[in-house]
């Protein structure tokens, strides 16, 4: 059973084209998150949601728009996309915000590879 | 200037060798220090975190904070090709949400 799940794992499109990136987590996590990882290995946060609560917005494009459904699911919306965006989206969850985090650390899904071309 | 600074690399080292892996931090409120380790193609997995320095040892692992310093270490012993993967240190502040701040990870192999 896999903990964290991303949907789909490879994505190759156009320029200017919108796509969705979905995640599940089947752990019970109230916490959820997006990352970004560029191709240089960069792991930057872009969103974080808690009970179905957006708490974390980072300095992102608004063509991003992040939906959480309900607390095991978050989804990422991309429009018009840009070659920029090409790179490795990560889903991550953790149960709750505070220093319990650093025990258990979050769980993240294997990513979903965006190429726009 | 990034929060954490990580020298990405490469570093390639034989088998059974010592590798030491470090990072630096500028921001001295980051309280809580984890290590991660990324395969290709796949995603992040906790290895260690601390909290204090001083040295926290799990196996072949060893994980040492140096708050005075801001500097962060992992040290691998009797190193193995299994090992080779990139190492992201990881850093929290309280009440931030969650948030982590990622280095930029050091690509590591490890030779037979």
């Known amino acids: 059973d896999t903990a964290v799940s991303q949907t789909p794992k490879y994505l190759v499109t156009q320029m200017g084209n919108d796509k969705s990136i979905k995640c599940e987590q089947n752990?019970?996590?109230?916490?959820m998150y997006w990352y970004k990882q560029d191709s240089k290995k960069f792991l930057k946060i872009m969103f974080s949601?808690?009970?179905?609560?957006?708490?974390i917005n980072e300095t992102v494009p608004n063509r991003f728009s992040p939906k959480s459904p309900d607390k095991a699911h978050l989804n990422l919306h991309i429009n018009s996309l840009e070659l920029g965006d090409s790179a490795v989206y990560f889903c991550?969850?953790?149960?709750?915000?505070?220093?319990?985090?650093?025990?258990?650390?979050?769980?993240f899904g294997s990513g979903t590879r965006l190429t726009v071309v | 200037q990034k929060e954490v600074e990580q020298d990405p690399g490469p570093l390639s080292v034989p088998e059974g060798a010592i590798v030491s892996l470090n990072c630096t931090y500028s921001?001295?409120?980051?309280?809580?220090f984890m290590w991660y380790r990324q395969y290709s193609r796949k995603g992040p997995e906790l290895l260690m975190y601390?909290?204090?320095?001083g040295n926290k040892e799990d196996g072949r692992f060893t994980a040492q904070v140096d708050k005075s310093s801001k500097y962060i270490s992992l040290f691998i012993r009797d190193s193995q090709p299994s090992d080779s993967a990139t190492y992201l240190c990881?850093?929290?502040?309280?009440?931030?949400?969650?948030?982590?701040?990622f280095g930029q990870g050091t690509e590591l192999s490890v030779k037979p």
């Open positions: 991550a969850s953790s149960q709750g915000v505070s220093p319990d985090l650093a025990n258990y650390g979050y769980t």
């Open positions: 752990l019970g996590h109230d916490t």
């Open positions: 949601y808690n009970n179905k609560e957006l708490i």
């Open positions: 921001n001295s409120a980051f309280q809580y």
């Open positions: 601390t909290y204090s320095s």
């Open positions: 990881a850093m929290i502040l309280y009440n931030q949400g969650g948030k982590l701040i």
